[in-house]
């Protein structure tokens, strides 16, 4: 898990997006245990109640699941939530900056489609 504190995003936020990204990587499965908040606070350094309102935020989303008396789990259907959440949400919002800077930068429609097929085809890193 990779947090910046030098970023303008709240380390609870990057903590509950980083949980996300290992959830649809496959690194965390459906029903099986999430990282506590000790674990997290360790990792990376931050106090507990830090790492605890990540891990709140996915609760509240329905992507982890308190179970009483054991860990926190990922909830069954997780993945498919959090792909369904980014399409609609963070995927067309880049898609919308994209199109309004090639726009600025008077590229055609072809253009910015040629671009997009030779980074897509080229093997870039899905981690920035």
Do not use: H
């Not at 067309?92 to 008077?106: D, G, P, Y």
């Amino acid at each position: 898990m990779r947090i910046s504190f030098d970023s303008l995003v709240p380390v609870y936020m990057q903590i509950a997006e980083a949980i996300e990204d290992d959830i649809i990587s496959g690194r965390l499965s459906e029903g099986e245990a999430a990282y506590s908040q000790l674990v997290i606070s360790r990792e990376i350094n931050v106090n507990p109640a830090t790492a605890a309102k990540g891990i709140n935020v996915l609760v509240s989303k329905g992507i982890l699941e308190k179970q009483r008396g054991a860990s926190m789990t990922i909830a069954y259907g997780a993945v498919e939530m959090l792909l369904k959440e980014r399409k609609n949400k963070g995927f067309k919002e880049l898609i919308t900056n994209l199109v309004s800077e090639a726009k600025k930068l008077k590229m055609s429609e072809d253009d910015v489609l040629n671009e997009i097929k030779e980074l897509y085809g080229s093997g870039v890193s899905n981690k920035p």
